[in-house]
C-alpha cells in the first residue's frame, strides 16, 4: 500500500468579522497517498481553498482562525509547528499552484529569476547556476526555447504558458505534495486539457501525492483517483472517482454532474441547481443543502447528517442517500 502523505482530521476554520463569525470549514477529513490524486469539488465559498491554505499554513490570521482539528503531513501535526518550521514545509515538502498565475508572479522580474530563487533560498545555489536550474525546469513542463525566454518577464507568456511556469515553480524542490487550486481557470478548454495531462503526467513521474481544487467535474475524471465532494464548509460525497460518475450518493452531487453540459443534449436547457449556496455566517440547521434540496424532508430540517458509509471508501453525508444512489 502507497505511504499516507496527509491526513485532514476533523478541520475547523472561522473568519471573524465586524458582521459575525463566518464557519467556513466544519469539520473536514480528508487524506492523500503518495501517488495519489484527490479532487475536492464545490461552488465559491464551500471551503476548499480555505481548507488548503489552512494546509499550506498560509491562512491569513487574524481574521481567519483553525478552531480545531489535525493536520497530519509525513507524521507531524503540522498545526504544532512553529513558524519557522512550518516555512522550511513550504516549497520543500508540499507546494501550492494558485489559480490566477499572472497576479501570482512577480511583473517586475523575470521568470528565471522568479523561478530561480526557490534554489537559491532553500539550495544555497548560486545565481548562475539557479538560472540553469530554472531552464530545466521550464523544459520540463514544456515550455519552448526556454533558453531564450528564461530572462522574460510574466506578461510575455500566453495564460497557459503562465500555468505552466507556476507549475514549474510547485516542482522546483520536488515536493511530495501539490496543492492544485483552480489551476485551469480563465483558460480555453484545449489549454486546460493540455495542463491536466501535464500535473497528470508529472505525478506519476515524481510519484508525488496530488490535491486537485476545482468546481468543474469535468477537468478530473481522467486524473482523480477519488472525489471529496463540499458544500458549505463540510464534506457530503467521499468517493472514488468511478463511482461519483456512475451514481452519485448525494444530491448536491447529483445536481453538479447534471449541469455538465453533455453532447447528446444539444438543444436543450442546462440544469441549474436552484437556489444560492448558504450565507456562511448563517448556516440553515440540519443539512445545510436542506432548502435546495430535491429530496428534502422534516428530518433534514433538523439533524445533521453524519457522513453514512455507502461502501468500503465511500461516505455520503445524506439522510437518503439510498434515494439519491438510485437517482
Known sequence: MPAMLLEVRDLYVEFRTRDGVAKAVNGVSYSVAEGETLAVLGESGSGKSVTAQAV???????????AGGEIIFQGRDLLKLKEDERRKVRGREMAMIFQDALSSLNPVLTVGEQLGEMFVVHRGMSRKDAKAKAVELMDRVRIPAARERVGQYPHQFSGGMRQRIMIAMALALEPSLIIADEPTTALDVTVQAQVMDLLAELRRELDMGLILITHDLGVVADVADKIAVMYAGRIVEAAPVHDIYKAPAHPYTRGLLDSIPRLDQKGQELYA????????MHIPPGCAFHPRCPLARDVCRTDVPPLYEVSEGRGSACHFWQEALNG
Open 273 to 280: 441547481i436552484k437556489g444560492l449556496p448558504p450565507n456562511l
Open 56 to 66: 499550506m499554513g498560509i491562512l491569513d490570521m487574524p481574521p481567519g482562525k483553525i
